[in-house]
């Protein structure tokens, strides 16, 4: 294993609640009557993608333009929420400093906006420092958003390495979709309004999980040495 590959901010920090607060002013300020009840959030979120889900919830009748500008109004309002920053989520600096000290190569898969992006950098600045991924990618960096396997494509491309030779993180069984579309070994840690379900890989502690695969690795190579051994023997 040469690299940990992060993807979506929903690995890195909670943000959810925040996120659907945002949505609901959003949708008031441009004089709709809907509201995203935590429920219905949590249903929207097996769909990867602001704008698609509003667009979805819409069913045609709303213009492209008109749901970008009521998405550029809940940034606007997300960004407000994130002033006072916002805490990573349980196990992920320890991942972090576990993945730095075994000197293998960070990157951060997104296919959320570079102004999204930014404040996520801005609102994690205590905690976490972005300069440690090698490589991080927004929606400006793939034609495809996820679940699409792009973002990931462009991510090993970057760092010039192969599927086999990286693991993932992500946060929703839509986007695990979009690493397995890349081939790459993906782990769920499933958000507070994500569901699940019998998705695989699904851990609750990211820094474990990685110390797990990093033995699992170990044991590969020792075992891969053992056999080019006795294979010059014979």
Aim: proline fraction near 3%; charge should be negative; charged fraction near 25%.
């Amino acid at each position: 294993m040469k690299a940990v590959l992060f993807g979506s901010i929903g690995v890195l920090a909670e943000t959810s609640e925040l996120q659907r607060r945002a949505y609901n002013t959003a949708f008031a300020r441009h004089g709709l009557d809907w509201h995203w009840n935590i429920a219905t959030y949590c249903r929207l979120l097996a769909t990867a993608g602001g704008q698609r889900r509003i667009r979805s919830l819409a069913g045609g009748a709303l213009s492209d333009l008109k749901i970008q500008r009521i998405h550029e109004t809940k940034q606007d309002e997300f960004e407000t929420l994130l002033e006072d920053g916002v805490a990573p989520r349980p196990g992920i600096v320890e991942c972090l400093n576990l993945a730095k000290a075994s000197e293998l190569r960070l990157g951060f898969v997104t296919t959320t906006t570079p102004r999204t992006l930014a404040m996520i950098r801005k609102a994690l600045s205590a905690h976490i420092d972005f300069a440690d991924f090698e490589v991080i990618t927004s929606k400006s960096d793939v034609s495809m958003e996820k679940p699409d396997g792009e973002a990931y494509d462009v991510a090993l491309d970057r760092l010039g390495l192969s599927p086999a030779e990286a693991v993932a993180f992500e946060d929703t069984v839509a986007s695990q979709s979009s690493a397995h579309a890349a081939s790459l070994r993906c782990h769920l840690y499933t958000g507070e309004y994500a569901h699940a379900g019998s998705a695989p890989l699904q851990t609750r502690a990211p820094a474990e999980q990685l110390a797990a695969d990093l033995d699992a690795a170990s044991m590969v190579d020792a075992d891969r040495v053992m056999t080019n051994i006795k294979s010059s023997r014979s």
